[in-house]
């Protein structure tokens, strides 16, 4: 009983830190699809192209809300494939807080976040370069009312709300203090929506994040970190395969578990940076609870691991150690 209580305990605290990110990233898409400019959406696709290296600088940060973050813009189309894929290879999870309890050196710390900043950075700018050289970059603009669809928040109302104003605007009114109620009371109308479509997103999601949060949570505090390190082995590449789908599994207790392992000398640096590469946090089920488009995600999944992997196996071969 204990055991499910300080799972339950861990899983509602590490998804009540991602709400905030999750509904600052639904108000800000709402907003965008609702009221903004032209211009603003201009700006937006333009900040394309350099989209991957602020993603993974911001990947870089000890806080795994950002990849939650990226996968809400990605599936509505606000950032691109290679810059949510720099912000899932970046994101450092818990391994930050890890490597500062064992008073490790800030040198030795800041290191390995570089390093996995940079592999985003690259593999971000490389995968949008393909994109674009195949033209599958989609139409560059936001798709965030397809969220709208499927979370059926009714958010279409608020094109009703846009309509009326426009109208509003080339009529001719001689009531002008009257007239000027009706739009307080439509942007008023305006503003609900879009905090309740933000809060619809939010909800499901969140609940999404706690039950399979608490279902890997069970699942890792019952087999242990001793039984892991054993799973691992000392081949160093069959290793970096298994630490790599470790990685995926979206809980904070895999990234402490090959971090601790790596401390202790039971992990080599290769293995250890393939899982900690493909530990990114909740995104890819951020991605998978949004995205409607499942072989997309199957491929950014792939692609994930797939680096992951490549990247560790490099390390073993150069001999680097972090």
Request: net charge negative; aromatic share 4%; proline share 3%.
């Amino acid at each position: 009983m204990d055991l499910l209580l300080d799972v339950l305990k861990d899983s509602l605290k590490d998804t009540a830190q991602l709400v905030p990110f999750l509904l600052l990233t639904y108000l800000a898409m709402e907003a965008l699809e609702h009221g903004t400019s032209d211009r603003a959406e201009h700006v937006i696709a333009r900040a394309g192209a350099a989209g991957p290296i602020v993603g993974a600088l911001l990947g870089g940060l000890p806080q795994c809300g950002f990849s939650a973050m990226a996968a809400t813009l990605y599936a509505g189309r606000v950032v691109t494939m290679g810059t949510l894929i720099a912000v899932l290879l970046s994101t450092s999870d818990e391994m930050v807080p890890v490597f500062l309890a064992h008073c490790e050196p800030i040198s030795r710390l800041l290191t390995l976040v570089g390093f996995k900043v940079l592999v985003g950075m690259v593999m971000g700018l490389v995968i949008d370069a393909v994109l674009r050289a195949l033209h599958r970059t989609g139409d560059g603009q936001p798709h965030i009312e397809e969220l709208c669809e499927r979370a059926h928040c009714d958010c279409a109302s608020l094109d009703e709300l846009d309509e009326k104003d426009g109208h509003a605007h080339d009529g001719h009114d001689h009531h002008a203090h009257g007239h000027a109620h009706a739009h307080a009371r439509e942007g008023h109308g305006r503003l609900w929506h879009i905090m309740r479509c933000a809060l619809v997103h939010t909800l499901e999601v969140t609940v999404s994040i706690f039950v399979i949060s608490f279902a890997f949570g069970l699942l890792i505090e019952h087999v242990g970190s001793d039984a892991i390190g054993a799973f691992l082995g000392i081949h160093p590449v069959r290793a970096t395969f298994l630490a790599g789908l470790i990685g995926l599994i979206p809980n904070c207790g895999a990234s402490v578990a090959l971090t601790e392992l790596y401390l202790s000398g039971t992990l080599a640096s290769g293995p250890m940076v393939a899982g900690l590469l493909v530990s990114g946090g909740v995104g890819l089920l951020v991605l998978f609870g949004t995205n409607a488009d499942l072989r997309e995600n199957g491929v950014i999944t792939a692609i994930t691991y797939a680096t992951g992997v490549l990247v560790g196996l490099m390390v073993n071969a150069l001999g680097i150690i972090f």
